[in-house]
């Protein structure tokens, strides 16, 4: 089976108005075309082009996820400034409107909102489609992943481990998939667990976004499929590679049917946005790298985009993720980046290789081996509850 890669022109297109990434899709999408990893039948170290199915962006299929007020604003929202002389204290004001619903500061809204919110989720839901059909092992949106998106529910009768690579806490994603179970340490009876585990690594400081990511998740916590691995400032790929560990240890016990992977790169160095990482492209920790190994699970995946906004460093990371996807080894870090229209942006080394970053990488010995403790007996719960159902009584 191919990998799939959602893309059409209006996703592109209303993606590259998305203001806190403006210009980035067109900046990924020519690079991975240039290097040559798509086309449209997906032949040898190709993945398949398909285009969102634009009924999985409708109003009635977002409300099957969202509130149908919130789906409504958004499908109709418009990228107007709110009037000079519009009071705040106007209760039915479009201003309140708008923060009611979240739509404001480095979220405002914008002429192409409409189209975005639903070829987004229209191209997200199509990858999950294709891999649910068995039309493919693989799909890739690299312009999907806004994992701070509140309230939606989970495909039934499958296990779905969600892994969130961004440098922000998933908050969105943990939300809108916490199990209502209280599942205790010792276990008591036969709990089912739930369809989806979400397991989110990220960086966490007094004043980092969102404001209420949570620490490290302890070892008898109640909610042991909601799962927070929390990284000091500027984990480097070295750092990546050593909690791997962790993250293999929760898929064993989970066994997962499907894998949603997340892969924002904000966490690469110099990003605007997150200012904290200093993860890279090369090492056994780098972007490619732990790509590969998600793949080594043989589970169908959905790899979503997210955070990054340096345009350059995410089009290089996510390229050399689409070559780990379609097999070509020949692409590396050192590759040069082929001439095409944007070329300029990777100057001055104009090659797939991210600078690396110079600051000392926060992250202690203890710091880890706290967490993989952690994580070995939340991993040993997690295989109790399934074994419970997937074994016969």
């Known amino acids: 089976m191919t990998t799939a890669y959602l893309w059409s022109p209006a996703l592109e297109a209303a993606a590259d108005e998305l203001p806190a990434n403006r210009g980035r899709s067109s900046t ?32 009635s299929e977002l409300a099957r996820y969202h509130a149908r007020g919130y789906v409504e604003y958004l499908l109709e929202a418009r990228g107007e400034s709110e009037s ?29 909102l409409p189209a975005y919110a639903s070829l987004v989720a ?33 495909t039934p009768r499958a296990r779905i481990l969600y892994l969130d690579l961004d440098l922000h806490y998933g908050d969105g994603v943990a939300q809108a998939f916490a199990s209502p179970t209280h599942f205790p340490h010792p276990l008591k009876g036969r709990p089912r667990p739930p369809q989806v585990l979400t397991l989110s690594v990220h960086h966490a400081a007094a004043g980092f976004f969102p404001p209420a990511a949570p620490g ?21 790929s070295a750092t990546y590679a050593r909690l791997w560990a962790s993250v293999e240890r929760i898929k064993a016990a989970y066994r997962p049917h499907y894998v949603v992977l997340q892969l924002g790169v904000d966490g690469l160095p110099r990003d605007p946005v997150g200012r904290y990482g200093a993860w890279g492209v090369s090492g056994d920790g780098g972007v490619p790298a732990l790509v590969g190994r998600v793949m ?58 991210v600078e690396l970053s110079h600051i000392p990488d926060e992250n202690t010995d203890a710091q880890l081996a706290a967490a993989y403790d952690a994580f070995k007996v939340l991993a040993a719960r997690i295989a109790e509850i399934v074994d419970l159902h997937d074994r016969p009584v």
Not at 324 to 346: I, M, S
């Open 84 to 112: 000079d002389t519009e009071s705040d204290d106007d209760a039915d004001g479009p201003r309140k409107r708008r923060r009611t619903m979240g739509l404001e500061h480095d979220c405002p809204p914008f002429p192409a």
């Open 216 to 236: 490290l998740t302890p070892a008898d916590t109640p909610h042991p499929f909601s799962l927070s691995l929390p990284l000091a400032a500027y984990a480097s």
């Open 296 to 353: 080594a699970w043989g589970v169908p995946t959905a790899v979503l985009g997210g955070g990054g906004y340096d345009s350059a460093n995410a089009a290089r990371a996510w390229a050399l993720a689409t070559a780990t996807l379609v097999g070509r080894d020949d692409l590396r870090p050192a590759t040069d980046v082929p001439d095409h229209d944007g070329w300029e942006a990777y100057a001055p080394g104009y090659t797939l290789e």
């Open 122 to 154: 229209a191209a997200t839901l199509t990858a999950c489609a294709l891999l649910a059909r068995g039309e493919a092992r693989t799909a890739v949106v690299w312009d999907g992943g806004r994992h701070h998106a509140l309230k939606g529910r989970a």
């Open 28 to 59: 990924v999408h020519a690079l991975i075309r240039a290097l040559g990893l798509v086309s449209d039948d997906g032949g040898p170290g190709t993945a398949r082009v398909v285009a969102p199915d634009p009924a999985l962006g409708s109003a």
